[in-house]
């Protein structure tokens, strides 16, 4: 025991206070595209393989999210939280807007409809997609 304790010592200083599990183990978020640069490398982050929290390196659980159903009388409600953002962009606003929130375990409530009249103009921005057929993309 004595031995442990001083190699941590050594390893994390004497303040038994500041020994944090996110420090032995620092986790990692690459950019979507593994493009190197970009992203958060050598975040301290509580869990490992065998917890709820699970995170080892850059594999892990990522995308969180809580689903509380509804009925009749109470609409579906949903909270989320993915630590990297959705467009994978640098230049966009929000990206890693979320990774402070993900690392201490918190979620944002996510806007869930069931019919699309229900969509508000809350959206900052919308991407719209329309199909086409092989033929229009073969003339282009």
Do not use: C
Request: net charge negative; aromatic share 10%; proline share 7%.
């Amino acid at each position: 025991m004595n031995q442990t304790t001083e190699t941590l010592r050594l390893d994390f200083g004497n303040e038994i206070e500041s020994w944090q599990w996110g420090r032995t183990r620092p986790s990692d978020f690459p950019h979507i595209a593994r493009i190197p640069g970009l992203g958060e490398m050598g975040r301290s982050i509580d869990g490992s393989t065998h917890t709820v929290n699970v995170n080892r390196g850059d594999h892990g659980a990522a995308w969180r999210m809580v689903v509380e159903l509804g009925d009749e009388t109470q609409p579906t409600r949903g909270w989320v939280n993915l630590p990297g953002g959705q467009s994978g962009n640098p230049f966009d606003p929000s990206y890693l807007e979320f990774l402070d929130d993900w690392a201490e375990g918190g979620f944002r409530q996510a806007q869930i409809h069931s019919e699309p009249d229900q969509l508000t103009d809350s959206a900052p921005s919308r991407l719209y997609l329309y199909p086409t057929t092989d033929k229009e993309i073969i003339q282009k």
